[in-house]
């Protein structure tokens, strides 16, 4: 019967072309795949048969992948016979010859613990694997070809090119998702072969030894932790524990209860038993819950280290060794609970003895967000001592108001091939949600790139990509979702809506306590026309399944037009208002009609937003992703109430000014620096500005980054992001007396050396550094009258820039009042920023992640 079954495969094979394909509708793409002969199309109602797999694996692999294990009574239906390599030898047998034609010779070795081989034929419907997890991966693969309406015979023989294929979903500083959509991403995640899950945990989790720094409406409990690592083992997939263990720990000291476990006021105390006490409770019950052997401690950006009450003792023993003796403390205690300690790479790297104090079994976490031309840096520390590491690469939410998906795609298709190249163990996708409102179905295109990526390194994720993206999570063929996305990413080279940032966002719409709101709206005629393209795109998408992307997608383009619209009609109200033609009563009410359209606007959107996050979301947070909704509707209808209120029959010489009635708007085609790292006020006991330039501590004294400290007189004063929601007047000491001194700290990148005009509008005196050399500590060059009668007069600098990063300091000195300023560049080349850095972009492709 064998010999007999061995000669007729010899003949199938011999008389049957079979040629390699690019675009089988499978994502992740198959290590090697051949297809045959058109057929007539498979039919979507499989059932499940036995072959050489037990009974019980058989209903589990149906129930979970929801393939019929009976055959219908009415509609045709296919037999798929499941069996597992060694339990079967006539199937081993048929498999062993049906591989021949991808030179296998030793397929059950090198498909490994996950991988499978799937046979679709006239003959023969057979999925065989070494394991249930493999058969459950080959499921996945037929059910997207029979979605898709296949119709070819088709040979795949698949495995992973990584081991650990991890998403890891940011749950801490904004959006917390509920138990219910977790459970809907571990299933879409499953059938994309992603095997691991993990959260960034800081405050979130509700233990029973600390129930009590957990947010009352935003958390996990243990209990949900067991049941979703219970629900996640169903699909083949692991939930890895993790808990913030060193820095980023403001939001729990933050409560009196634990405020002196502190090192600072964002910094646990490695020293305090307290702390210690604290940690080792709480990591010992999220190890319990937890299916993975692996844990992540963290322990990245710890900026505060050596800066904390314990710094005479870190200056005493260095910064590696107080960072590894914490490590230390921490592995123990994963050892205990029998999990494998992972930790970020950052602080190692710019410390890298620390690699060489630490137990070598302990996985590196190396990230890196942007599109570098190597990785090497990132990757080599741990290479050279061979030592187990993890590419982390990032889906850039970050302060966005959309991810930048094009520098994620180079991201993950660059930093993943790097770190396969020199052994990863896995890929580690990161989401980070910073800036509090970021909805998880605008992530999903690129949780599938990292999907495929990981799973088949040599993709490289193309056109073709994206073609077997729509089909698999749209179950369409016509590229408009893609399209839309594309379309959409061009907003990132605009100067106003650069790097998709949320500073656009954020800023208020109409002047807010009699203080002058600039609009730079240069840029809005392009972003409505980018805006128009992607909006044309997606009506024609029309997907099939997962409709919550396009909605979401829609919301995030009918957002950017509400803002440009808002800035237009801004404008324009504020322009009739200062300008001095006539206004009659009809007038007003066309104003205000416009006012309460806008306004209509942003409450419809408003509850378009709070109905998607609470699908996703608990409703921790919430109010504060609705802040800007509420402040700009607030804002609307105080100017509305205002515009009622005109006496009917007034001239305009006896209206209330524009700053009384809230529309002291200057339309100004400049670009203003927002942006900056704040620090102070300082009093000088000896009067006149400072001397130091960064801090009077002289290991300090250099360029700053967020969070360092300025040490002034014994006392330290740390720099602070600052962003204006004004459109550019840096007004964050108010109400200064006299003699108070600030200072301003910002980055600008040229590409050549060149100089150039800084102009700054300021009441205030000041001195001004470039490259830590002054420019001027007297009489300006040049002082020009105001851009508008709203806004200061403004004073001119030349600037000596040089090739590549330049450092600029303001040291401003209050008048008693306040130490506001404007900044900006003379200059005709589009000036774009990422926070405090600033670049004259003559390239504006160029990008900058976190």
Same mark, same amino acid.
């Given at each position: 019967?064998?010999?007999?079954?061995?000669?007729?495969? =010899?003949?199938? &094979? !011999?008389? *049957?072309?079979?040629?390699?394909?690019? @675009?089988?509708?499978?994502?992740? %793409?198959? +290590? $090697?795949?051949?297809?045959?002969?058109?057929?007539?199309?498979?039919?979507?109602?499989?059932?499940?048969?036995?072959?050489?797999?037990?009974?019980?694996?058989?209903?589990?692999?149906?129930?979970?992948?929801?393939?019929?294990?009976?055959?219908?009574?009415?509609?045709?239906?296919? =037999?798929?016979? &499941? !069996?597992? *390599?060694?339990?079967?030898?006539?199937? @081993?047998?048929?498999?062993?010859? %049906?591989? +021949? $034609?991808?030179?296998?010779?030793?397929?059950?070795?090198?498909?490994?613990?996950?991988?499978?081989?799937?046979?679709?034929?006239?003959?023969?419907?057979?999925?065989?694997?070494?394991?249930?997890?493999?058969?459950?991966?080959?499921?996945?693969?037929?059910?997207?070809?029979?979605?898709?309406?296949?119709?070819?015979?088709?040979?795949?023989?698949?495995?992973?090119?990584?081991?650990?294929?991890?998403?890891?979903?940011?749950?801490?500083?904004?959006?917390?998702?509920?138990?219910?959509?977790?459970?809907?991403?571990?299933?879409?995640?499953?059938?994309?072969?992603?095997?691991?899950?993990?959260?960034?945990?800081?405050?979130?989790?509700?233990?029973?030894?600390?129930?009590?720094?957990?947010?009352?409406?935003?958390?996990?409990?243990?209990?949900?932790?067991?049941?979703?690592?219970?629900?996640?083992?169903?699909?083949?997939?692991?939930?890895?524990?993790?808990?913030?263990?060193?820095?980023?720990?403001?939001?729990?000291?933050?409560?009196?209860?634990?405020?002196?476990?502190?090192?600072?006021?964002?910094?646990?105390?490695?020293?305090?038993?307290?702390?210690?006490?604290?940690?080792?409770?709480?990591?010992?019950?999220?190890?319990?819950?937890?299916?993975?052997?692996?844990?992540?401690?963290?322990?990245?950006?710890?900026?505060?280290?050596?800066?904390?009450?314990?710094?005479?003792?870190?200056?005493?023993?260095?910064?590696?060794?107080?960072?590894?003796?914490?490590?230390?403390?921490?592995?123990?205690?994963?050892?205990?609970?029998?999990?494998?300690?992972?930790?970020?790479?950052?602080?190692?790297?710019?410390?890298?003895?620390?690699?060489?104090?630490?137990?070598?079994?302990?996985?590196?976490?190396?990230?890196?967000?942007?599109?570098?031309?190597?990785?090497?840096?990132?990757?080599?520390?741990?290479?050279?001592?061979?030592?187990?590491?993890?590419?982390?690469?990032?889906?850039?939410?970050?302060?966005?108001?959309?991810?930048?998906?094009?520098?994620?795609?180079?991201?993950?298709?660059?930093?993943?091939?790097?770190?396969?190249?020199?052994?990863?163990?896995?890929?580690?996708?990161?989401?980070?949600?910073?800036?509090?409102?970021?909805?998880?179905?605008?992530?999903?295109?690129?949780?599938?790139?990292?999907?495929?990526?990981?799973?088949?390194?040599?993709?490289?994720?193309?056109?073709?990509?994206?073609?077997?993206?729509?089909?698999?999570?749209?179950?369409?063929?016509?590229?408009?979702?893609?399209?839309?996305?594309?379309?959409?990413?061009?907003?990132?080279?605009?100067?106003?809506?650069?790097?998709?940032?949320?500073?656009?966002?954020?800023?208020?719409?109409?002047?807010?306590?009699?203080?002058?709101?600039?609009?730079?709206?240069?840029?809005?005629?392009?972003?409505?026309?980018?805006?128009?393209?992607?909006?044309?795109?997606?009506?024609?998408?029309?997907?099939?399944?997962?409709?919550?992307?396009?909605?979401?997608?829609?919301?995030?383009?009918?957002?950017?037009?509400?803002?440009?619209?808002?800035?237009?009609?801004?404008?324009?109200?504020?322009?009739?208002?200062?300008?001095?033609?006539?206004?009659?009563?009809?007038?007003?009410?066309?104003?205000?009609?416009?006012?309460?359209?806008?306004?209509?606007?942003?409450?419809?959107?408003?509850?378009?937003?709070?109905?998607?996050?609470?699908?996703?979301?608990?409703?921790?947070?919430?109010?504060?992703?609705?802040?800007?909704?509420?402040?700009?509707?607030?804002?609307?209808?105080?100017?509305?109430?205002?515009?009622?209120?005109?006496?009917?029959?007034?001239?305009?010489?006896?209206?209330?000014?524009?700053?009384?009635?809230?529309?002291?708007?200057?339309?100004?085609?400049?670009?203003?620096?927002?942006?900056?790292?704040?620090?102070?006020?300082?009093?000088?006991?000896?009067?006149?500005?400072?001397?130091?330039?960064?801090?009077?501590?002289?290991?300090?004294?250099?360029?700053?980054?967020?969070?360092?400290?300025?040490?002034?007189?014994?006392?330290?004063?740390?720099?602070?992001?600052?962003?204006?929601?004004?459109?550019?007047?840096?007004?964050?000491?108010?109400?200064?007396?006299?003699?108070?001194?600030?200072?301003?700290?910002?980055?600008?990148?040229?590409?050549?050396?060149?100089?150039?005009?800084?102009?700054?509008?300021?009441?205030?005196?000041?001195?001004?550094?470039?490259?830590?050399?002054?420019?001027?500590?007297?009489?300006?060059?040049?002082?020009?009258?105001?851009?508008?009668?709203?806004?200061?007069?403004?004073?001119?600098?030349?600037?000596?820039?040089?090739?590549?990063?330049?450092?600029?300091?303001?040291?401003?000195?209050?008048?008693?009042?306040?130490?506001?300023?404007?900044?900006?560049?003379?200059?005709?080349?589009?000036?774009?920023?990422?926070?405090?850095?600033?670049?004259?972009?003559?390239?504006?492709?160029?990008?900058?992640?976190?």
């Amino acid at each position: 019967m064998i010999k007999g079954l061995h000669i007729w495969l =010899l003949f199938l &094979l !011999s008389g *049957t072309a079979l040629f390699a394909v690019a @675009d089988v509708p499978v994502l992740p %793409y198959p +290590q $090697q795949v051949k297809e045959g002969k058109t057929i007539a199309a498979f039919s979507k109602n499989w059932v499940l048969k036995a072959g050489g797999i037990d009974l019980l694996t058989l209903k589990r692999l149906g129930a979970v992948t929801k393939h019929s294990l009976l055959r219908k009574k009415t509609g045709l239906s296919q =037999l798929l016979t &499941l !069996s597992l *390599t060694g339990k079967n030898k006539q199937i @081993d047998q048929m498999i062993g010859q %049906y591989v +021949q $034609q991808f030179d296998q010779k030793n397929w059950a070795e090198q498909i490994g613990k996950e991988g499978y081989v799937l046979i679709l034929n006239q003959k023969d419907q057979l999925l065989v694997a070494n394991t249930e997890r493999g058969l459950f991966y080959g499921l996945q693969s037929l059910r997207q070809l029979m979605d898709a309406g296949w119709k070819r015979e088709v040979y795949i023989v698949d495995w992973p090119s990584l081991a650990h294929r991890v998403v890891f979903d940011d749950i801490s500083r904004g959006p917390i998702s509920k138990v219910s959509y977790i459970k809907e991403q571990i299933q879409r995640m499953a059938s994309l072969k992603v095997n691991g899950l993990s959260f960034y945990m800081e405050h979130v989790v509700q233990t029973k030894a600390y129930p009590d720094f957990a947010p009352a409406d935003g958390k996990l409990t243990i209990a949900d932790i067991k049941a979703l690592s219970a629900y996640a083992k169903q699909y083949h997939m692991e939930l890895i524990g993790s808990f913030q263990s060193f820095g980023h720990f403001n939001n729990i000291l933050s409560l009196p209860q634990y405020q002196s476990m502190g090192e600072t006021s964002t910094m646990i105390s490695p020293l305090d038993p307290k702390a210690r006490h604290f940690l080792e409770s709480v990591i010992t019950e999220m190890c319990g819950a937890f299916s993975s052997n692996y844990f992540n401690v963290n322990c990245d950006e710890t900026f505060d280290l050596g800066k904390g009450k314990s710094k005479k003792y870190v200056d005493s023993v260095g910064i590696a060794k107080y960072y590894a003796d914490h490590l230390k403390f921490l592995y123990e205690v994963l050892k205990k609970n029998g999990k494998q300690l992972m930790m970020w790479g950052d602080i190692a790297l710019q410390h890298e003895e620390i690699l060489d104090l630490l137990p070598k079994d302990i996985t590196y976490m190396t990230w890196e967000y942007g599109d570098p031309a190597t990785y090497d840096k990132w990757i080599d520390p741990f290479v050279k001592r061979q030592l187990q590491f993890m590419v982390c690469p990032g889906i850039l939410n970050t302060n966005r108001l959309f991810p930048d998906l094009a520098i994620a795609k180079a991201n993950i298709n660059g930093f993943i091939h790097a770190g396969y190249e020199k052994g990863t163990i896995g890929a580690y996708t990161t989401i980070w949600d910073e800036g509090g409102d970021q909805l998880f179905s605008q992530d999903w295109y690129g949780v599938y790139l990292a999907a495929e990526k990981s799973w088949n390194v040599t993709s490289n994720l193309d056109h073709g990509f994206d073609t077997r993206y729509e089909s698999v999570a749209y179950g369409t063929a016509n590229g408009a979702y893609v399209s839309a996305i594309n379309a959409l990413m061009k907003l990132r080279d605009l100067p106003l809506t650069y790097n998709m940032n949320h500073e656009i966002w954020w800023q208020h719409i109409l002047p807010q306590n009699g203080e002058t709101l600039i609009l730079n709206n240069k840029d809005v005629a392009a972003g409505l026309k980018i805006i128009d393209a992607a909006d044309e795109l997606l009506m024609a998408a029309g997907p099939k399944r997962h409709q919550t992307d396009l909605a979401t997608l829609k919301y995030i383009v009918d957002r950017y037009r509400l803002l440009f619209d808002t800035r237009t009609e801004i404008a324009e109200l504020s322009g009739w208002y200062q300008g001095g033609t006539k206004k009659s009563s009809e007038n007003v009410k066309s104003k205000i009609t416009a006012l309460q359209k806008l306004k209509s606007r942003y409450v419809a959107m408003e509850a378009d937003f709070k109905y998607k996050w609470n699908r996703e979301n608990q409703p921790y947070t919430l109010n504060y992703a609705l802040k800007p909704y509420q402040n700009r509707i607030a804002s609307l209808t105080d100017l509305e109430k205002k515009l009622s209120g005109l006496p009917p029959n007034a001239v305009n010489a006896n209206w209330p000014t524009a700053t009384a009635i809230g529309l002291n708007v200057v339309e100004l085609d400049r670009y203003y620096f927002n942006y900056w790292l704040l620090s102070g006020p300082f009093v000088n006991p000896n009067h006149g500005f400072p001397a130091f330039l960064y801090s009077e501590d002289p290991d300090a004294n250099r360029p700053p980054k967020p969070g360092d400290f300025a040490q002034f007189v014994n006392k330290p004063f740390r720099w602070m992001k600052y962003n204006t929601d004004n459109g550019g007047i840096i007004n964050k000491f108010k109400a200064l007396p006299a003699d108070r001194y600030v200072y301003a700290f910002c980055s600008v990148t040229a590409e050549k050396a060149m100089e150039i005009p800084a102009w700054i509008g300021t009441d205030a005196e000041l001195e001004l550094f470039c490259n830590d050399t002054s420019i001027a500590n007297a009489l300006p060059a040049q002082v020009h009258a105001p851009p508008s009668a709203l806004l200061p007069a403004e004073k001119s600098y030349n600037l000596p820039l040089k090739k590549g990063i330049n450092y600029i300091l303001l040291k401003i000195r209050s008048n008693g009042t306040n130490a506001a300023f404007t900044f900006r560049l003379n200059t005709t080349e589009p000036v774009t920023n990422h926070k405090h850095k600033y670049t004259i972009n003559a390239n504006q492709n160029n990008h900058e992640a976190d």
